[in-house]
């Protein structure tokens, strides 16, 4: 059972430019960008450039080259904020959370003394994305290739 593509959903129109993001990272297969509506600080999306709805609707290529990402992203989120801890998730449809039809892994740093704050709830300022956006893009500069 594979739910149909919409190319019209959020994150195709980021991926085609169409709308803003704050990118942290780019290879061919992926983007990555923070979340507008950040659980905690340093919340970012891995996201695919393949048109799948969910997982089950990638490639295998796509699938490691998403993970592949997916770690680099996550190392650079890590040394920027150096968060207690980092959860991975990728939710896939609607009753297991998935509010954007589009494959996308989310990168959430944890904090020992903070509570997560709800998902795709309270958008954050601007600012302060560019601010985390640049301290990211910072970090996996440094990172080995
Ligand atoms: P999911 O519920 O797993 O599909 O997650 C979708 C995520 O995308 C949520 O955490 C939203 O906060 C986030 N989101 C929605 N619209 C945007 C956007 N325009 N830019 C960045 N993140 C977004």
Known sequence: MQAEYDS??????????ELPCFKIYEDAD??????????SDGHALVVPKEPAVDFFGLSEAGAAAAIRATQRVARG???AFQP?????????????GQTVP????HIVPRYADQT????????????????H?????????KLPA
């Open 8 to 17: 019209n959903n959020i994150f195709a129109r980021i991926l085609r430019g």
């Open 30 to 39: 992926n983007i990555a960008f923070l979340d507008i509506m950040p659980q």
């Open 77 to 79: 989120v890590r040394e």
């Open 84 to 96: 207690d801890g980092v959860v991975i998730t990728q939710f896939n449809g609607a009753a297991a």
């Open 102 to 105: 589009h494959i996308h892994f």
């Open 116 to 131: 997560l704050r709800g998902h795709a709830r309270e958008k954050q300022s601007m600012d302060v994305l560019r601010q």
């Open 133 to 141: 956006a640049d301290r990211v893009i910072a970090a996996l500069a």
